[in-house]
């Protein structure tokens, strides 16, 4: 190698020496000419022979035979920069290098043309890819096997990722990823009339959510399909949000037998108070049948002399009482009618003291020797809340209450409703057999029953808790065994 002067060599050296790095310069034999400072310390740690009459593949990588795809050969040929990546023992240990070839040139004649090739060790480098690549494979196992449909959007609102468990749920099979990849979620009309995009945009502005049991309507435009669905914003190092993972749990079957469930329980009630419904029933028809015997009578003393006065209001009352009586009746059957079909909640006003005083007129209390203790305010603020939702959860407090005292001598009810601050509370408490302390926290769970079998499903209590939380109500129980139990419910004051 030629230099313009001592100085400028030093300067070259001084630089090749601060390279983190092993650099050799070969002649087009490939022997070594010079290696700096790095490798010259692991060759007297090696015991190497001297630069200029060893093999770079001998000195490097302790080869008798050149590399293959030897990158200085490369050079030679090519005139330019090559890399190549060999693997190799150094110390008992298997270390990976990354090996550039660049040409350099004297300028006096191709003979004189030399190789300069730097040695980097990558093993750190390579390990990391190799953990990575583990980990990004394991990762992609998880989510590949997944139960439940996971991807990804980014902000704009399109698909970025999709697993095989959103292919089955969208219905798409082997198509899914190719028709969802860069499709615009959050612009499908579909999404946008369940409610869905909303949320969506609400995640990719930062805000997790979690929806339960949620009416989904597919990209085909069907409804029917409930889902459970997680959005997660993920955010970058800066904290931007750059797009939403997004986890969907098909919730369908669940959520009909759940339907199902409340309907049987519905049902179960129903059955339950037609006892009491017939009993109630039968005194307005009583009265039916005896004002419409006493009318008939006026009519036919029509026929045999003139009307009085008297008569004729007489009659007129007569057909008032059998009116409102009827009127009476067909408002007993249309509630009994709404409590069975009844699905959807519809929040609304609801005046508490006549609801609980139509409740208590259809049980017959007197005929099963039950004495009724009412201290029920008059003028209860008007509670917030759907009728038929409360209607049931009273009746099957009621109901508990009757079962638990009906054979016991000295049977007592009583039902209490006060108004605070925010809240009408209502209180129904008995003197009847109570509930052991280990049950009485189980005692909302479905299907779970004190009660002896074939008087209940057990889920009279479960509607009861889940209605009155879904109203922003509460329930809880109070119970010694032997002495009775008291229900304490809150519902919150209806406000415009």
Same mark, same amino acid.
């Given at each position: 190698?030629?230099?313009?002067?001592?100085?400028?060599?030093?300067?070259?050296?001084?630089?090749?020496?601060?390279?983190?790095?092993?650099?050799?310069?070969?002649?087009?034999?490939?022997?070594?000419?010079?290696?700096?400072?790095?490798?010259?310390?692991?060759?007297?740690?090696?015991?190497?022979?001297?630069?200029?009459?060893?093999?770079?593949?001998?000195? %490097?990588?302790?080869?008798?035979?050149?590399? /293959?795809?030897?990158? +200085?050969?490369?050079?030679? !040929? /090519?005139?330019?920069?090559?890399?190549?990546?060999?693997?190799?023992?150094?110390?008992?240990?298997?270390?990976?290098?990354?090996?550039?070839?660049?040409?350099?040139?004297?300028?006096?004649?191709?003979?004189?043309?030399?190789?300069?090739?730097?040695?980097?060790?990558?093993?750190?480098?390579?390990?990391?890819?190799?953990?990575?690549?583990?980990?990004?494979?394991?990762?992609? =196992?998880?989510?590949?096997?997944?139960?439940?449909?996971?991807?990804?959007?980014?902000?704009?609102?399109?698909?970025?990722?999709?697993?095989?468990?959103?292919?089955?749920?969208? *219905?798409?099979?082997?198509?899914?990823?190719? !028709?969802?990849?860069?499709?615009?979620?959050?612009?499908?009309?579909?999404?946008?009339?369940?409610?869905? $995009?909303?949320?969506?945009?609400? +995640?990719?502005?930062? @805000?997790?959510? &979690?929806?339960?049991?949620?009416?989904?309507?597919?990209?085909?435009?069907?409804?029917?399909?409930?889902?459970?669905?997680?959005?997660?914003?993920?955010? *970058?190092?800066?904290?931007?949000?750059?797009?939403?993972?997004? %986890?969907?749990?098909?919730?369908?079957?669940?959520?009909? #037998?759940?339907?199902?469930?409340?309907?049987?329980?519905?049902?179960?009630?129903?059955?339950?108070?037609?006892?009491?419904?017939?009993?109630?029933?039968?005194?307005?028809? =009583?009265?039916?049948?005896?004002?419409?015997?006493? $009318?008939? @009578?006026?009519?036919?003393?029509?026929?045999?002399?003139? =009307? !009085?006065?008297?008569?004729?209001?007489?009659?007129?009352?007569?057909?008032?009482?059998?009116?409102?009586? $009827?009127?009476?009746?067909?408002?007993?059957?249309?509630?009994? %009618?709404?409590?069975?079909?009844?699905?959807?909640?519809?929040?609304?006003?609801?005046?508490?003291?006549?609801?609980?005083? @139509?409740?208590?007129?259809?049980?017959?209390?007197? !005929?099963?020797?039950?004495?009724?203790?009412?201290?029920?305010?008059?003028?209860?603020?008007?509670?917030? *809340?759907?009728?038929? #939702?409360?209607?049931?959860?009273?009746?099957?407090?009621?109901?508990? =209450?009757?079962? /638990?005292?009906?054979?016991?001598?000295?049977?007592?009810?009583?039902?209490?409703?006060?108004?605070?601050?925010?809240?009408?509370?209502?209180?129904?408490?008995?003197?009847?057999?109570?509930?052991?302390? +280990?049950?009485?926290?189980?005692?909302?769970?479905?299907?779970?029953?004190?009660?002896?079998?074939?008087?209940?499903?057990?889920?009279?209590?479960?509607?009861?808790?889940?209605?009155?939380?879904?109203?922003?109500?509460?329930? @809880?129980? &109070?119970?010694?065994?032997?002495?009775?139990?008291?229900?304490?419910? #809150?519902?919150? %004051?209806?406000?415009?």
């Amino acid at each position: 190698m030629k230099f313009d002067s001592q100085i400028d060599f030093n300067i070259v050296q001084s630089i090749l020496n601060s390279l983190p790095m092993g650099v050799y310069v070969l002649n087009r034999g490939r022997k070594i000419q010079w290696k700096n400072e790095r490798l010259a310390l692991r060759s007297q740690e090696e015991g190497v022979i001297q630069s200029g009459k060893a093999f770079c593949y001998g000195e %490097i990588f302790k080869r008798r035979m050149p590399c /293959s795809n030897c990158p +200085g050969l490369r050079t030679l !040929k /090519s005139g330019r920069m090559e890399h190549t990546e060999i693997s190799s023992m150094y110390k008992g240990e298997l270390r990976h290098y990354l090996i550039t070839s660049a040409p350099l040139r004297s300028g006096i004649g191709e003979e004189e043309t030399f190789i300069v090739e730097t040695v980097q060790d990558i093993t750190d480098q390579k390990r990391a890819e190799e953990a990575l690549r583990l980990v990004n494979d394991f990762n992609k =196992a998880i989510i590949d096997n997944a139960p439940v449909a996971i991807f990804t959007i980014d902000r704009s609102g399109k698909f970025m990722s999709v697993n095989p468990a959103l292919a089955t749920l969208s *219905g798409l099979g082997v198509e899914a990823e190719e !028709k969802l990849l860069r499709f615009n979620w959050i612009q499908n009309p579909y999404t946008i009339r369940c409610g869905l $995009a909303e949320y969506i945009k609400k +995640g990719l502005d930062g @805000e997790a959510f &979690e929806l339960q049991d949620f009416p989904f309507t597919t990209y085909r435009g069907d409804q029917g399909q409930y889902i459970h669905f997680r959005g997660v914003p993920l955010k *970058g190092k800066n904290g931007k949000v750059e797009g939403l993972l997004c %986890i969907i749990e098909d919730n369908t079957e669940k959520v009909k #037998a759940k339907i199902q469930s409340i309907q049987d329980a519905k049902m179960s009630v129903t059955g339950r108070l037609l006892t009491g419904v017939a009993h109630e029933l039968n005194n307005p028809l =009583a009265t039916i049948a005896a004002n419409s015997e006493l $009318a008939s @009578e006026l009519i036919q003393s029509f026929k045999d002399c003139d =009307a !009085k006065e008297d008569e004729i209001d007489d009659l007129r009352e007569y057909m008032d009482v059998i009116q409102e009586q $009827a009127f009476r009746c067909k408002n007993i059957i249309k509630d009994m %009618i709404d409590l069975t079909k009844k699905k959807g909640f519809e929040v609304q006003e609801i005046d508490l003291n006549s609801c609980l005083n @139509e409740l208590l007129k259809l049980i017959n209390f007197k !005929k099963m020797n039950i004495r009724l203790l009412k201290d029920i305010t008059p003028y209860l603020p008007h509670v917030k *809340g759907d009728l038929n #939702a409360v209607k049931q959860s009273f009746m099957n407090i009621l109901q508990n =209450a009757v079962d /638990s005292v009906e054979e016991r001598e000295g049977g007592i009810i009583t039902v209490k409703a006060y108004s605070t601050d925010s809240k009408v509370r209502v209180e129904i408490e008995d003197n009847g057999v109570g509930i052991h302390d +280990g049950l009485i926290d189980r005692i909302f769970e479905p299907f779970f029953s004190t009660k002896a079998t074939g008087k209940g499903v057990g889920l009279g209590l479960t509607l009861c808790h889940e209605f009155l939380n879904r109203m922003g109500g509460s329930i @809880e129980v &109070e119970s010694k065994l032997g002495m009775g139990t008291l229900f304490k419910v #809150a519902l919150p %004051i209806y406000t415009k």
